[in-house]
């Protein structure tokens, strides 16, 4: 079942955080909590179930995995660079972990509100030092599991950037191995805001997989930031 997946639930949960106004340290640990068994890290095990939990200074992909909710909700690059770091900062303090989480999030934006492939490219190059000037061929050859941000979200994008549609870049993610999941999960969120949503077949195979309150947080946000349409890229 999709929920047992982390990027899954986490991703949800900053959703609900949007939706509902609440901190998003508050729905993360709530959702968390209420999802257990969902393939965590041990830090963030750890932090999710302490009695005074504080940022653990990680430099991994999490961040950038549960982000994309924010490159939807927000209007200006400024609230979205502002929105992604406040949503890493609960954990992912270091400062590759706020980085991997603002590009993601900035990538999404870029792509939402139309600009191309290109100005996307150039511009989270030029703010975040990202080599983007590779292909999923150069990468794949020696790509391996990697959880750190830095070795996780140029590669993501990259796979976005040489798509053709919405499954062509969650497909290109896939084939280049390692944390295979994230990866999607990151490279789908731009994919989604660029292609203008996700394909039926697929969004209807995540309506059957997710628990009901999980794929309600989905259709409220989709129907709240995406006019109406059956947003999943995220899961």
Known sequence: MAAKNNDTVLTVAVADAILSGAPYFDSVRRIGRHYPNAGYGGSFIKWLHSDAPRPYNSWGNGSAMRVS????????????????????EITHNHPEGI??????????FLARTGHDKKVLRSRIKDLFSYDLDRTVDDIRPSYSFDMSSEGTVPEAIIAFLDSESYEDAVRNAVSLGGDSDTLACITGGIAEAFYGGVPDAISAKVEELLPPDLWEVTRAFSAKYRGGRRACGYT
Do not use: H, N, Y
Request: proline share 3%; glycine share 6%; net charge neutral.
């Open 69 to 88: 909710p924010v490159g939807f909700a927000f209007s200006t690059q400024d609230e979205v660079l502002q929105q992604a770091r406040m949503t890493a």
């Open 99 to 108: 980085k991997g989480a603002q590009a993601t999030a900035l990538a999404i």
